[in-house]
């Protein structure tokens, strides 16, 4: 059956609400890897095992093991993507300046539409090219903030993370079957795993463990799997680009309740990069609608 206009607006709307309240939970994320004040390899193994125990009881009430069986081998570099972002995410936050964070990883939108054109094909628009340009001469700004101090490796991990989270939201579209929930419990237990030996985690005070169960057990599993299934209605790039949002949510949180102020090199880097990608996600809407309208009046 041949989807209709009105079905594809409803689709397109599904997707936007999925993307908006997951990337509204995300923004939180910063802020409780913060409070919970221990080394960013404890932080990793709880959020990691907390999460597989959560979305693992979950599928286990579904069962739906046709889709994993069919796409093994996408479903183990997916979980993989995940444990990556994860890890990254935490160790980038434990050294450098959660405003720093939260910009580069704003990027994610420019590394999907990358990973898009080259392994999916799909042609990438000419102003997608120039918001690339425009954004990494962001990125260059902020981390030149960070030569001068010690937050250029957590710079470098932000990146990293920025491009797992492109890699995967490309991937997740690619194969919109496949189960989510499964693939999320398998980032949770490869995190686990990789942060066990460097962590401590018995050893923590009664504060820790209480911001990690909310960060384990509700918010990461609720932001992940609403941001994962939004792919199955927009463009991975699409997706991405609801990672803005964070990067402004997620530096006015710390912000205000930490008094952590963003440096004067990661806020102009950052609007620059803000700007560019709010800039190509708008024109990217208004031709999507245009051509939408163009196929409505053409089937009637």
């Known amino acids: 059956m041949v ?4 079905d594809a607006a409803a689709s397109h709307s599904r997707g936007l609400l999925l993307a908006t309240v997951g990337i509204i939970v995300l923004s939180f994320d910063s802020l409780l890897v913060r409070l919970a004040s221990t080394d960013g390899w ?3 193994f709880w959020r990691g ?3 597989a125990i959560v979305m693992g009881l979950f ?6 093991l046709a889709t994993l069986n069919a796409h093994r081998g996408v479903s183990l570099v997916s979980a993989g993507l995940l444990a990556a972002i994860s890890l990254l995410f935490v160790m980038a936050v434990m050294h450098t300046r959660v405003a720093n964070v939260v910009v ?3 990027t994610a939108p420019l590394f999907a539409a990358i990973f898009t054109r080259l392994f999916l094909q799909e042609a990438v628009a000419a102003r997608t090219w120039m918001a690339i340009g425009l954004a990494m001469l962001g990125l260059v700004i902020v981390f030149a903030g960070s030569l001068t101090g010690d937050g250029l490796l957590g710079d470098v991990y932000a990146l990293g993370a920025a491009m797992a989270v492109g890699a995967n939201l490309t991937l997740l579209r690619r194969y919109q079957a496949l189960d989510r929930l499964p693939l999320i419990a ?3 237990v490869i995190t686990a795993v990789v942060a066990w030996p460097m962590a401590t985690p018995l050893a923590l005070e009664t504060q820790s463990y209480a911001v990690l169960a909310v ?3 509700i918010q990461m599993p609720l932001a992940t799997a609403l941001i994962n299934n939004a792919t199955r209605y927009l463009p991975s790039a699409e997706v991405a680009l609801f990672y803005l949002v964070e990067a402004i949510l997620g530096t006015l949180w710390v912000w205000w309740l930490l008094g952590e102020n963003p440096p004067k090199a990661t806020l102009y880097g950052g609007l620059l990069t803000l700007v560019t990608l709010l800039a190509n996600g708008w024109l990217g809407l208004r031709t999507s609608r245009s051509r939408r309208a163009v196929a409505a009046s053409q089937a009637g």
């Open 104 to 106: 580069i990883l704003s």
């Open 49 to 51: 095992a907390l999460m």
């Open 42 to 44: 404890s932080i990793a």
């Open 3 to 6: 989807a209709t206009p009105r």
């Open 186 to 188: 398998g980032g949770g």
């Open 59 to 64: 599928y286990c009430q579904r069962r739906r």
């Open 215 to 217: 960060m384990g057990l």
